[in-house]
């Protein structure tokens, strides 16, 4: 966790990361459309931050985005929480991590925190919306605006969730009762001046990236598009966890062109070394990414 003092400026905003745990994931399993040859081949800048010593593994981290901007407190995404019961995934089930002493060291309380965007309603970052106290769950950033999509709080109301509602209803169920949920419509949009949310479906149907602008520099969170750095070079490698992974490459393509196009320091949801970098094109226009 050498990475988490790290702190990014990007205009007038500083951006830090708070890790809540990392973990390796076969890479094969990970990827459906894996190449053993192309993962080899990158091996040099892979291990050991983003995949295991033999090569079997890909390393990946589950974290927070902390932005101080403008007098504000913001987070983006907030992991998988700690105590909630997830009998479909062991590396979610039950975790009892330091995240809020994590969170402290990098100068943050919970009640400091203004708004905590959240790029899909996935198990891995809403977790800390919420935390038990007294046998209920109950925002953990209690003077926050949560701000997500509405086509993923939809999702919850069809069948195909059935076996994640209780993520809902542990995690973003209880903010939404306590009047604190902002939704964004599919075509996302301004939120804030400076903070925008960008459609980039595929992983799920309303999936966001965020976009922070602060003196002409901008910040883009782009959330679960991309689950590992080899995905720069293998952009059509979506993970077994989209539900589309058709139009997950589309819109992966898609933000890598924007990435690189306007110079956007990039905030990855998942890379577990250096989570930070820029997208740049290379003489043949392959995407090439550079850790910073
Ligand atoms: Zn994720």
Not at 101 to 125: C, S, Y
Not at 169 to 191: M, N
Not at 200 to 228: K, N, Q, Y
């Amino acid at each position: 966790m050498s990475t988490q003092s790290t702190i990014y400026r990007v205009g007038d905003a500083s951006i830090t990361r708070v890790t809540e745990q990392t973990f390796g994931i076969d890479a094969a399993r990970l990827f459906p459309d894996f190449d053993p040859s192309a993962w080899r081949a990158h091996a040099s800048w892979l291990v050991p931050d983003h995949a295991g010593p033999s090569l079997a593994s890909a390393q990946l981290s589950v974290h927070t985005w902390v932005i101080r901007w403008d007098d504000r407190v913001i987070l983006v995404d907030t992991g998988c929480g700690n105590g909630k019961d997830r009998p479909f995934g062991a590396i979610f089930h039950q975790l009892d991590t330091p995240y809020l002493e994590r969170l402290a060291a990098a100068g943050v309380q919970p009640e400091d925190v203004d708004l905590v965007l959240i790029t899909h309603l996935h198990v891995d970052h809403v977790g800390w919306n919420t935390r038990l106290v007294d046998g209920k769950w109950v925002p953990t950033f209690p003077n926050a605006r949560y701000v997500f999509a509405a086509a993923e709080r939809a999702y919850y109301e069809t069948p195909a969730a059935a076996n994640r509602m209780m993520v809902f209803e542990d995690s973003v169920l209880p903010v939404i009762e306590a009047g604190l949920a902002d939704e964004i419509g599919d075509e996302g949009g301004v939120y804030l001046p400076g903070i925008r949310f960008i459609p980039t479906p595929g992983h799920c149907a309303g999936h966001m990236s965020i976009e922070l602008s602060s003196g002409g520099e901008r910040a883009l969170f782009w959330g679960d598009v991309v689950h590992h750095p080899i995905q720069v070079t293998q952009p059509d490698w979506s993970s077994s966890f989209c539900a589309d992974r058709t139009q997950a490459s589309v819109s992966r393509r898609r933000i890598f062109d924007y990435a690189a196009d306007h110079g956007a320091r990039v905030f990855t949801s998942h890379f577990a070394g250096t989570s930070a970098g820029r997208i740049r094109r290379n003489t043949d226009g392959a995407f090439v990414w550079q850790f910073a």
